[in-house]
């Protein structure tokens, strides 16, 4: 696209334009396999997407490239093909119903769970992995990575049945963590023991009736050990067959009235348990 002066592009593209139309069709998660492409919307995400180098082009409304002036520096340094849109464009290449009027289009970044879990870090294993069986619901996939990178976890696996990590919401969610943290989706409930075996993690599945306190001596001394945590669906917990194939199920003692978290807070509180037990080296 023809540029300024200044570097930043001339005349927006419009809905029409075909990058506009083929970009937005990315918002499907069939789209999205097909292409191996994604779509980061918000200036921290694409920020993330830039210093992952993983970014194929970026587009911006005419007030978006006035207001994010040193990222439109960033893109421009970088190379990056950098595309002005109209704002009725934009709607279509936004998830919001308030565009923040800036939107990369990534190359797919998750790893597919045929990859063995040391073969994702440079043949390291993990320490701590955090695990969505069944997440459904976006926005807990985005937090669920949020707190693993938040915390320290080298990994995160995500089962055949949770949300498409890729997708809009999980990726507004993850708040620019997708770009920095390892993530495995698609692993079938029934290899998910015989994944964590192999990498060398006690698979601890969190569960308000487990039957040990993570407060407790017993629950400090079983994270010491590499760690998978398993987190379960919202509606139906932990799935039967992960908790029977589970080395612990451990519980977070509630002291108020309510009867439960929700799963960011529990994921949170877990993996903050693990940290502890696990400081980085030096």
């Not at 937005?24 to 492409?37: C, E, P, V």
């Not at 945590?229 to 919202?234: A, D, L, P, Q, S």
Request: proline share 6%; aromatic share 2%.
């Amino acid at each position: 696209m023809a540029s300024n002066s200044s570097g930043r592009p001339a005349d927006p593209f419009t809905e029409r334009t075909p990058r506009v139309v083929s970009a937005s069709k990315l918002h499907r998660a069939a789209a999205r396999r097909k292409a191996g492409a994604f779509l980061a919307e918000g200036a921290n995400s694409v920020e993330a997407a830039l210093g992952a180098g993983v970014t194929r082009e970026v587009f911006m409304t005419p007030d978006a490239l006035d207001r994010y002036g040193p990222l439109v520096g960033a893109v421009t340094h970088a190379g990056i093909t950098l595309s002005a849109v109209t704002e009725r464009a934009m709607s279509g290449l936004s998830a919001t119903v308030t565009p923040p009027g800036i939107v990369a289009l990534c190359r797919s970044i998750v790893h597919d769970a045929s990859v063995p879990a040391e073969e994702i870090d440079a043949g390291a294993r993990p320490r701590i992995v955090a695990i969505g069986q069944a997440l459904a619901e976006p926005g807990n996939v985005g937090t669920l990575i949020r707190a693993a990178d938040a915390l320290g976890a080298d990994q995160v696996w995500l089962t055949a049945d949770s949300a498409d990590p890729e997708g809009p919401k999980a990726v507004r969610a993850s708040a620019g963590s997708v770009f920095n943290m390892p993530v495995v989706r698609g692993i079938q409930v029934a290899d998910v023991a015989v994944r964590a075996s192999d990498a060398g993690l006690s698979l601890l599945v969190a569960t308000g009736d487990g039957n040990i306190d993570i407060t407790s001596q017993e629950g400090r001394m079983l994270l010491s050990a590499p760690t998978a945590w398993v987190f379960g669906n919202e509606a139906h917990g932990v799935a039967a067959e992960l908790r029977d194939a589970a080395d612990a199920r451990v519980r977070i003692p509630l002291r108020g009235r309510a009867e439960s978290l929700n799963i960011a807070t529990a994921a949170a509180i877990c993996l903050h348990s693990s940290a502890i037990a696990h400081p980085p080296a030096g």
